[in-house]
């Protein structure tokens, strides 16, 4: 079990440190951002790097939850793990339109939806591979 906690520890926090550098490097080839709004972006953008990061803290937490009880979860602790996975998608979805107004101060909104275009494809990779990397519960 300590085992199985530490590989999930290395896989997420591997996760994580690829993409923020591989969001970055994204970001940066693909908003075709002016000089005047790349230094307009990157502060806002560090905001939200930011209240996410909290978000996805509180995902790792329910991730380790589920891997410490996978082998004796029942109804109980499956409906308290759900609640608190649609409570984590729920708080990152507040962020991402809390944040659609902040970058809309600073970017036009094509550009707002470019970069929202490219932030859920990027986080719905990570997704995924945290997804295939769990056993679905028995």
Known sequence: QQQE???IDHYIAMLRTDLTA???STIVSNMHLT?????AFWPVYRKYNKELDKVGNAK???IKDYAAHLDSIDDKKAKELTTKALKVEEQRLRIIKKYIGEFGKVLSARQVARFFQLEMQMQRMVDLQVAAALPLIE
């Open 22 to 24: 591989q969001k970055a």
């Open 5 to 7: 906690n530490q590989q």
């Open 35 to 39: 000089e005047a709004e790349t230094e």
């Open 60 to 62: 790792v937490a329910v």
